[in-house]
T-cell receptor, first 114, second 117 residues
Framework: NAGVTQTPKFQVLKTGQSMTLQCAQDMNHNSMYWYRQDPGMGLRLIYYSASEGTTDKGEVPNGYNVSRLNKREFSLRLESAAPSQTSVYFC?????????????FGPGTRLTVT | AQSVTQLDSQVPVFEEAPVELRCNYSSSVSVYLFWYVQYPNQGLQLLLKYLSGSTLVKGINGFEAEFNKSQTSFHLRKPSVHISDTAEYFCAVTHNAGGTSYGKLTFGQGTILTVHP
């Protein structure tokens, strides 16, 4: 049982390049989330998927798109990377889309945009 | 809208000393509260959560937190810390909206706890 896995672990992009961050969970969870973590700002929600087939914007969605490929996988795409998107990205999942439900986090992807 | 403020960005402490990490929140509705821990180069792990009932919540690794509704606080405590407790700690809140908030957590800025020998 691997939990939540993310690929890649590290990535360096040039401004304007695109890339997709991959996330998968093997816990049969319904809900999945993408956060970014910046120093002194905690984690901020980018997008979430309450259940397979649905996605919705979080607090900081500009510059990102997501795809809930199936129940296991939730990807985050940067179409045209900007230096402001330099951050650590975390994927998380939870059993249900309930507000009292524990979220399980992946190990993160450290992205640098030059 | 809800917000979370962690009052200390860094807390240094000696091994076996007690520690308190402070968290205040604001929300116009009732809330659920969480503390997560992030060890270096890892993802976040749930320490404990307050949903309802007893205001004193016990979590993993000997941590506990007390929900104080009148002071809108949820401070994290441990009576005796170990070197292995060195990590960043995040307070988070989501509001009780009858199941419609879809687990949208609002996080505080984080507190780095450093335990010295």
């Amino acid at each position: 049982n691997a939990g939540v896995t993310q690929t890649p672990k590290f990535q360096v992009l040039k401004t304007g390049q695109s890339m997709t961050l991959q996330c998968a969970q093997d816990m049969n969870h319904n809900s999945m989330y993408w956060y970014r973590q910046d120093p002194g700002m905690g984690l901020r929600l980018i997008y979430y998927s309450a259940s397979e087939g649905t996605t919705d914007k979080g607090e900081v969605p500009n510059g990102y798109n997501v795809s809930r490929l199936n129940k296991r996988e939730f990807s985050l795409r940067l179409e045209s990377a900007a230096p402001s998107q330099t951050s650590v990205y975390f994927c998380a999942s939870s059993v249900l889309a309930g507000e009292n439900d524990e979220q399980y986090f992946g190990p993160g992807t450290r992205l640098t945009v030059t | 809208a809800q917000s979370v403020t962690q009052l200390d960005s860094q807390v240094p402490v000696f091994e076996e000393a007690p520690v308190e990490l402070r968290c205040n929140y604001s929300s116009s509705v009732s809330v659920y509260l969480f503390w997560y821990v992030q060890y270096p180069n890892q993802g976040l792990q749930l320490l404990l959560k307050y949903l309802s009932g007893s205001t004193l919540v016990k979590g993993i690794n000997g941590f506990e937190a007390e929900f104080n509704k009148s002071q809108t606080s949820f401070h994290l405590r441990k009576p005796s810390v170990h070197i292995s407790d060195t990590a960043e700690y995040f307070c988070a809140v989501t509001h009780n909206a009858g199941g419609t908030s879809y687990g949208k957590l609002t996080f505080g800025q984080g507190t780095i706890l450093t335990v010295h020998p």
